[in-house]
Antibody, heavy 116, light 107 residues
Framework: EVQLVESGGGLVQPGGSLRLSCAAS????????MSWVRQAPGKGLEWVSG????????YYADSVKGRFTISRDNSKNTLYLQMNSLRADDTAVYYC?????????WGQGTLVTVSS | EIVMTQSPPTLSVSPGERATLSCRAS??????LAWYQQKPGQAPRLLIY???TRATGIPARFSGGGSGTEFTLTISSLQSEDFAVYYC?????????FGGGTKVEIK
């Protein structure tokens, strides 16, 4: 059974930084592209970033380009999202996802709150 | 960026009735479309991918159709557990994009 467990969320001030992690199990992690998707409170879903299976190519939504960096460590089966220059509108639950097409399964997500 | 537009925003349906949700893409996405269900306080769940292929464990009352720019999700006979928000998502082009959602509520 594929399990994706996100961590690293919390309260951060505007302009601050945070690094999210996603521990993957139940799959051959290095075979899969991975993605981050977020959902602001009471709002819809927004794809944030994706990375190829070997980390060679990365993709970003315009809303986070230049501020967020996706990376992975295939030896640790872990996906990361480094978030810098955080803004109030980055407040959301962040989900780690297997693949870069459709997303299944979904973890519980980690909540990031950007507020002073 | 491909814009995904879902309609209606809210659909009021009685249990046992049929519900049809629409999703329109701003340009052709072939059949590269997925549907998700989200209940309050829960993460989304994949229902359909490839526009019409049900994900593992999804009941047959859920069916997807369409290609190009027009897509539908049909729930043939609504059960109490089906009242939720439904999202479509295209994966034909980067950036991947979601529709704004359709809330299916009890009439």
């Amino acid at each position: 059974e594929v399990q994706l467990v996100e961590s690293g969320g919390g309260l951060v001030q505007p302009g601050g930084s945070l690094r999210l992690s996603c521990a993957a199990s139940g799959l051959t992690f290095s075979n899969y592209a991975m993605s981050w998707v977020r959902q602001a409170p009471g709002k819809g879903l927004e794809w944030v970033s994706g990375i190829t299976n070997n980390g060679g190519i990365t993709y970003y939504a315009d809303s986070v380009k230049g501020r967020f960096t996706i990376s992975r460590d295939n030896s640790k089966n872990t996906l990361y999202l480094q978030m810098n220059s955080l803004r109030a509108d980055d407040t959301a639950v962040y989900y780690c996802e297997k693949g870069h097409l459709w997303f299944d399964p979904w973890g519980q997500g980690t909540l990031v709150t950007v507020s002073s | 960026e491909i814009v995904m537009t879902q309609s209606p925003p809210t659909l009021s349906v009685s249990p046992g009735e049929r519900a049809t949700l629409s999703c329109r893409a701003s340009q052709s996405i072939s059949s590269n479309l997925a549907w998700y269900q989200q209940k309050p306080g829960q993460a989304p769940r994949l229902l359909i991918y490839g526009a019409s292929t049900r994900a593992t464990g999804i009941p047959a009352r859920f069916s997807g159709g369409g290609s190009g720019t027009e897509f539908t999700l049909t729930i043939s006979s609504l059960q109490s557990e089906d009242f939720a928000v439904y999202y479509c998502q295209q994966y034909n082009n980067w950036p991947l994009t979601f529709g704004g959602g359709t809330k299916v509520e009890i009439k």
